[in-house]
């Protein structure tokens, strides 16, 4: 672990407007540290730079908490578990299901999970369009999984009533948006992440009345 991260993540958070308790800070540096030793041997992030990880993967995926509702949240196309974790350890009194295709991304969340001791987060390997889980969710969000009109016609069978979709995006993605016609409603926010120049976005959708 970078002895600059602890630094790093409480200013990050606190410029935020993100509370979080000294052992959730413990946890999420932990699953930060996991995900550096892991990544040296599985590819599981193209962040490869310490120095970036904390605001890339920490501080971008709690960016969306406020915009979390309901109990169970779904993270398709996970991978290493980018939103899902970090979310999952900010907001313990929700269930987390992380869906992956990937069995060695499905690996390294299993023991995560282990490791951490996330009793609110359970791990699925199986295509989305397979994936018929007893409940649906009340908010199903991606960071890298797919297309705008893909991701909601493979998710839309696993969405609840009343619930979201929070896709986070870099620049907006207008074509995508375009190609949604008027099926769903849409409200675009833009996202300040603390150390990242780039744009960010989230794209929260609703089916359509």
Request: neutral net charge; proline residues 6%.
């Amino acid at each position: 672990m970078a002895d600059y991260w602890p630094t790093q993540l409480r200013d990050g958070l606190a410029e935020m407007g993100i509370s979080a308790t000294p052992n959730q800070q413990r946890l999420l540096l932990d699953y930060l540290a996991l995900l550096e030793k892991w990544n040296k041997a599985f590819n599981l992030t193209a962040v490869r730079d310490p120095r970036k990880m904390v605001s890339r993967q920490l501080l971008d995926s709690l960016s969306i908490l406020h915009l979390l509702q309901g109990e169970r949240i779904l993270d398709v196309g996970s991978g290493a578990g980018l939103p899902g974790i970090p979310l999952s350890i900010l907001a313990p009194g929700r269930s987390f299901m992380l869906l992956d295709t990937n069995s060695k991304k499905t690996r390294f969340l299993r023991q995560a999970k282990l490791e951490l001791g996330l009793d609110n987060v359970e791990i699925e390997q199986a295509r989305v369009e397979g994936y018929h889980p007893s409940r649906p969710f009340d908010v199903i969000t991606s960071r890298a999984f797919a297309s705008l009109p893909d991701m909601l016609a493979l998710t839309r069978h696993l969405l609840a009533p009343g619930g979201c979709w929070l896709a986070m995006k870099g620049t907006i993605p207008q074509a995508e948006l375009e190609a949604l016609g008027k099926a769903y409603r849409v409200e675009i926010q833009a996202l300040e992440v603390p150390g990242e120049s780039g744009q960010r976005h989230v794209i929260l959708i609703r089916p359509g009345l």
